[in-house]
């Protein structure tokens, strides 16, 4: 199993440019998180989908961002326009059952906006 | 809510250290527990987890147990080694319902030196 793989790994773009994130889950698991990463607010919680509905987007930040799921072994993360605090480390998880197993991250996308 | 405190770092020890990492929760229901290891540049890996009062996690040498009574999960490792050196989230899910989500405490980054 190659786990959850995101890409890219690393992400540089100038201030108003559009973002993609890219995340394949684990074959077979049926939730998908998005998490965004920074040293001031630690983990956040962005949005998660359950057999591919958007369950909760509360901490979606606002409009300029937005995630997709069309099937069960692909997710988007978009932001447009960028800014540069957007700059952060993105990561997808996904997990099997309701969750008493964990999730499994993906390694991340690091993206600076300059 | 439901929320995860854990206890703030940096943590510093000398390696074959005894390490414990307090962590308490609160929860609006029965949750599963679980300890994430993040090493420098990585994503977050499951390190331990309990689904049920008195269980105890382990791996690597590391214990958890679930204390119902003082909603507590704090880690402890008899012998630290350089390698443990990372940051480790503290961390509680809901099963059922709408509460997939995992909810993360803040961090606590340790730093073992030979």
């Known amino acids: 199993d190659a786990g959850v793989i995101q890409s890219p790994r690393h992400e540089v773009t100038e201030m108003g440019q559009e973002v993609t994130l890219r995340c394949k889950p684990i074959s077979g698991h049926n939730s998908l998180f998005w998490y965004r990463q920074t040293m001031m607010r630690g983990l956040e919680l962005l949005i998660y989908f359950n057999n591919n509905v958007p369950i909760d987007d509360s901490g979606m930040p606002e409009d300029r961002f937005s995630a997709k799921m069309p099937n069960a072994s692909f997710s988007t993360l978009k932001i447009q326009p960028s800014e540069p605090r957007d700059s952060a480390v993105y990561f997808c998880a996904s997990r099997e059952g309701q969750g008493r197993y964990g999730y499994t991250f993906g390694s991340g996308t690091r993206l600076t906006v300059v | 809510g439901n929320s995860v405190t854990q206890m703030e770092g940096p943590v510093t020890l000398s390696e074959e250290a005894f390490l414990t990492i307090n962590c308490t929760y609160t929860?609006?229901?029965?949750?599963?527990l679980f300890w994430y290891v993040q090493y420098p540049g990585e994503g977050l890996q499951l390190l331990l987890k309990a689904t049920k009062a008195d269980d105890k996690g382990s791996n690597k040498g590391f214990e958890a147990t679930y204390r119902k009574e003082t909603t507590s999960f704090h880690l402890e490792k008899g012998s630290v080694q350089v390698s443990d050196s990372a940051v480790y989230f503290c961390a509680l899910t809901l099963s059922g319902g709408s509460n997939y989500k995992l909810t993360f405490g803040k961090g606590t980054l340790l730093t073992v030196n030979p």
């Open positions: 929860a609006t229901g029965y949750p599963s």
